[in-house]
T-cell receptor, first 114, second 115 residues
């Protein structure tokens, strides 16, 4: 079956522009995570959605970052006024429910801020 | 807080050599431990996991044992292959009431296996 998909696979933008990254989780997965993979910081948790509950935003690095999940499925991560330090690979993962269920990762979106 | 310290790479081995990648952790509560692998051009994949002390996770010839007394989860393989070339991430997750249960990752270890 289809795995987690993300789009675009690559995004190059200019400093100060806004970007939107999309994640399509595996059908039926109620939990969705965003992570960021960067050279200086490794793999960091950003935000978590579970069903209709309020998201856990504790990993977002600044108020320029936001995310939403519509209809409990597709999620969009938005970065406003991008900075060069936002350059990273943004990974999305989904799982059935919280707990020991495996998180399945998408291929990521490589963001480059010039 | 939670953290994972992982052996820094890169690691270069010849085919059929023995592999060890060290991983130690600090956690509040009782973590589950994981090894993820990222092959070139692919997404992160779960390699193996262990959910309690003394558990051994194994997959594709790789093994790791959850050692609570040394807070470690070292990855081992007796005979590596060229196809094992990838980046390996150690990770933990603490399940507690109200938490997001996100993964906390180590910095990753690049493994290159030469024929």
């Amino acid at each position: 079956g289809a795995g987690v998909s993300q789009s675009p696979s690559n995004k190059v933008t200019e400093k100060g522009k806004d970007v939107e990254l999309r994640c399509d989780p595996i059908s039926g997965h109620t939990a969705l995570y965003w992570y960021r993979q960067s050279l200086g910081q490794g793999l960091e948790f950003l935000i978590y959605f579970q069903g209709n509950s309020a998201p856990d935003k504790s990993g977002l690095p600044s108020d320029r970052f936001s995310a939403e999940r519509t209809g409990g499925s597709v999620s969009t991560l938005t970065i406003q006024r991008t900075q060069q330090e936002d350059s990273a690979v943004y990974l999305c993962a989904s799982s059935l429910v919280r707990g020991e269920n495996e998180q399945f990762f998408g291929p990521g979106t490589r963001l480059t801020v010039l | 807080g939670n953290s994972v310290t992982q052996m820094e790479g890169p690691v270069t081995l010849s085919e059929e050599a023995f592999l060890t990648i060290n991983c130690t952790y600090t956690a509040t509560g009782y973590p589950s431990l994981f090894w993820y692998v990222q092959y070139p051009g692919e997404g992160l994949q779960l390699l193996l996991k262990a959910t309690k002390a003394d558990d051994k996770g194994s997959n594709k010839g790789f093994e790791a044992t959850y050692r609570k007394e040394t807070t470690s989860f070292h990855l081992e393989k007796g005979s590596v292959q060229v196809s094992d070339s990838a980046v390996y991430f150690c990770a933990l997750r603490v399940i507690s009431s109200g938490s997001a249960r996100q993964l906390t990752f180590g910095s990753g270890t690049q493994l290159t296996v030469l024929p």
